[in-house]
């Protein structure tokens, strides 16, 4: 059964305002997550329609990309989603549409929040815009320490190509 749930068996012509709640691992999202999903559920009922806009918000526990460090970032999304009793009603570019059985009571929300979460992380995590990063001999984390390492990557092939010119 899904945990963001919604009751539209008694629900009047009108808007409405439902609060969800999930722990993140409920609706499936992975252990990266940490916070409460909390949905801001907007409802606009008609007689031939239900509109959803949902405001998603949680958090959690990302690796920087650079220096492997656990940084806690915010999640939040929103989304929007027609439910119609049948297909042919005209949908928004930026709504996903949906038909709901005429006897349906419910709503899950629990895949579309899931999704939309994932969505929302950003393609890249650095702890910080500046991030030094791992030394790549060491693995010293150079936000915090120096190491001792001469790190000259960059000059081993060059090297390699000066004593073959030699001969
Ligand atoms: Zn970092
Ligand atoms: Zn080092």
Known sequence: ???LRINISKLSEGAHQRSLQAA???IGLDSRFTKEVCVEAALESTSRQLYVHAEIKTGGLFKCD???EEVEREV???FGIVYVAESRAEVGEDEDMRVLS???NYIDLDEDV???AILALPQKTLCTEDCAGLCPTCGT???RAKCECR???VDSPLSGLQKFTKN
């Open 151 to 153: 790190n000259e990557a």
């Open 102 to 104: 005429p006897d349906a």
């Open 114 to 116: 899931r999704q939309y």
């Open 141 to 143: 984390n150079l936000n």
């Open 24 to 26: 993140p691992g409920e």
């Open 76 to 78: 939040s999304s929103v």
């Open 1 to 3: 059964m899904s945990i």
């Open 66 to 68: 650079r220096c492997l």
